[in-house]
């Protein structure tokens, strides 16, 4: 074989490797962009003025006052605010992992009959949002959660189970003689 040859058969490889590279690029289609996902909380926390947060028997008020959050349920207890301003901001900006029935809902099975907790939220405008959330899922890394009165229960992560956690934590530090924030 001679150098020419060589030469021949590496410029037809090169082009024929271009076209079957180029025509990878022609067909490779980019991928539609995700659907935005609304959060399960569609209000602006902004909104709202009062907020309620049961779990078991144990519910806490909580109003706000000059933009901070204040503990007025039970009395006597102090809350730290941005724990509250947290929970809500959660609620209105993480979208549910999943939607997992909307053929009406037997609560039962998810923990939401009847709920672990529930956050409940009121403005001085009429606007109201109540979340419901159960137990967590079998794999341990999500919770489920309904908003009340909806028959449609999601997989919400678990950062509204944990700011709810420790809001009641917070409590529990307090009625046991610890500091606030200790």
Not at 3 to 12: G, T
Not at 48 to 76: N, Q, Y
Not at 86 to 115: N, Q, W, Y
Not at 130 to 137: C, L, T
Request: aromatic residues 8%; without cysteine.
């Amino acid at each position: 074989m001679t150098w020419r040859s060589v030469i021949v058969y590496w410029v037809a490889a090169a082009f024929i490797g271009g076209f079957v590279y180029a025509g990878f690029q022609r067909d490779a289609v980019a991928p539609p962009p995700p659907r935005a996902v609304p959060p399960l909380v569609t209000v602006s926390p902004s909104r709202f003025d009062e907020v309620s947060v049961r779990r078991g028997a144990e519910t806490l008020s909580i109003v706000r006052k000059d933009d901070r959050w204040v503990l007025v349920s039970p009395p006597g207890l102090r809350l730290t605010s941005d724990l509250v301003a947290a929970l809500l901001d959660t609620l209105a900006s993480i979208p549910p992992v999943e939607k997992l029935s909307t053929d009406g809902r037997d609560g039962g099975p998810f923990g939401l009959s009847p709920p672990e907790a529930e956050v409940s939220m009121k403005g001085s405008d009429g606007v109201t949002a109540s979340v419901e959330i159960g137990k967590r899922n079998p794999t341990g890394t999500a919770v489920y959660a309904a908003l009340a009165g909806e028959s449609s229960v999601y997989l919400l992560g678990l950062n509204a189970q944990y700011y709810v956690e420790l809001i009641f934590d917070e409590i529990g530090r307090q009625r046991s003689g610890q500091p606030l924030g200790g």
